[in-house]
């Protein structure tokens, strides 16, 4: 019998996700673990496995189409049954024409027309429907709820007391088949739209992917922690000196030294010290959980958006360690090839604006964590020594914490600890080797 391979729950919440190449066709021949398909989910790119050995009678989906966990991928034969049937219509690519569209965007059009809904019919409900066994137990006022929300009482499950049926499974029932209905006319939509408005061509870009899910996770981020940002300035002279000499060294292992694995040491150590920095909030129990590991996320940009990989025990690694793993996560983030795994249990989060140029920003909690740091751009610049003026090089630090967890006072205190080890690379080399 065909077996029906449909999208699996591959975790951290996601729903859904982007079919980005098919690595069979129909008809071939796979065996189980052999990857069938990559999906684009917003973390990553997830290599999809067959679950068993045959044959592809059906691909349910074309490269590009969004495919949500639960839906079918694709039908999986037994080597010895026979294939789609003729009378089933594989998945064709639609041609393009220009003017027509039946759902989606046309490229172009001579007028801006209003969208068209094409009608849908909705049958009538019969609430008061009489029907044997337990439900003609229903109760009056029930039915009667069930008359106002024109809800199809013989389709309720009930749960209450015998299975007999409650005003709030109707009104449940009732709001599951409102939701239904918009979405089919949502879909039913036809959008006819211009390439260009009065001012000039335009393009659109979907919201998706990474972006989406960043999007959606900044904007619960907003609107759940107020936001406060401390900002002040580490002196690195001496640190990139010793940069310098420890860079030489650690290229010859095929290792990248930049700065930032020293500020992930020293971001530990100023989490050791403050450790409600290290925290999240519990707003069901409405409780902070103070976290007693140290794993740092490092933000890295890459051409689809923010991928956030996690250094896990940070508190326990080298800073050549945390160079090399940083280097590892950056190379598998631009080619989307990151594990999910890698980007969970993140308490802390550091992101280096510096990189493009920037000294300082507002970086925004990646929630549900207390607290995230963003590095600027060194820069030389003229300090007071004594009786004399020097040029020093300058590290900005901006310090973004939800000020339920962290009152001000102790965000500043955490950021003076980080300066201080960064001022001091001997605290650094003694910790961080």
């Given at each position: ?126 609430a008061a429907k009489q029907v044997t066994g337990k439900m003609a137990e229903v109760l009056p006022a029930v039915r009667r709820l069930a008359r106002e929300l024109n809800a199809d009482i013989s389709s309720v499950k009930g749960t209450g007391k015998d299975g007999r049926i409650t005003e709030e499974d109707v009104r449940q029932s009732s709001q599951a088949a409102e939701k239904k ?240 080890h960064l001022e001091d690379p001997e605290l650094l080399l003694i910790e961080g080797r």
């Amino acid at each position: 019998m065909p077996y029906e391979f449909r999208f699996p729950d591959v975790g951290e919440g996601i729903t859904e996700g982007e079919i980005v190449k098919w690595r069979v066709k129909e008809g071939d021949t796979v065996k189980e673990h052999d990857v069938i398909a990559e999906i684009e989910t917003d973390k990553a790119i997830v290599q999809i496995p067959s679950p068993k050995s045959g044959k592809i009678a059906k691909l349910h989906h074309r490269e590009g189409d969004t495919i949500h966990v639960g839906e079918t991928l694709a039908t999986i034969a037994e080597e010895n049954e026979q294939l789609i049937s003729s009378t089933e219509k594989s998945i064709e690519m639609p041609k393009q024409q220009k003017g027509v569209a039946v759902v989606g965007q046309l490229e172009e059009a001579a007028d801006i027309e209003p969208a068209v809904k094409q009608p849908t019919a909705k049958p009538a409900v019969n609430a008061a429907k009489q029907v044997t066994g337990k439900m003609a137990e229903v109760l009056p006022a029930v039915r009667r709820l069930a008359r106002e929300l024109n809800a199809d009482i013989s389709s309720v499950k009930g749960t209450g007391k015998d299975g007999r049926i409650t005003e709030e499974d109707v009104r449940q029932s009732s709001q599951a088949a409102e939701k239904k209905s918009e979405e089919v006319q949502e879909q039913s939509l036809v959008r006819i739209e211009r390439k260009y408005d009065m001012y000039g061509y335009v393009e659109r870009v979907p919201l998706k992917g990474i972006r989406k899910a960043t999007a959606k996770n900044m904007v619960k981020s907003m609107f759940t922690a107020p936001h406060v940002t401390h900002m002040d300035e580490a002196d690195v002279t001496e640190l990139s000196a010793i940069r310098e000499k420890e860079k030489a060294k650690a290229e010859k292992s095929g290792i990248k030294l930049t700065f930032l694995p020293f500020v992930v040491k020293a971001a530990v150590a100023a989490l050791k010290a403050h450790p409600y920095m290290n925290a999240s909030m519990d707003d069901e129990h409405g409780e902070i959980i103070l976290k007693s590991y140290y794993n740092i996320g490092i933000a890295i940009d890459t051409t689809d958006g923010l991928i956030v990989p996690v250094i896990k025990e940070a508190s326990e690694k080298t800073i050549l360690e945390i160079a090399k793993e940083i280097q590892k996560f950056s190379e598998a983030a631009k080619d989307r090839k990151i594990d999910l795994a890698d980007m969970k249990g993140g308490t802390f989060t550091i992101t280096n604006v510096g990189s493009v140029g920037g000294l300082h920003a507002t970086p925004i909690i990646n929630w549900p964590e207390a607290a995230i740091i963003a590095t600027g751009r060194i820069y030389d610049k003229a300090v007071v020594a004594g009786k004399k003026i020097v040029a020093r090089k300058m590290m900005p630090l901006s310090v973004s914490f939800d000020h339920r967890i962290v009152d001000g006072v102790e965000a500043a205190r955490f950021t003076n600890t980080l300066k201080e080890h960064l001022e001091d690379p001997e605290l650094l080399l003694i910790e961080g080797r």
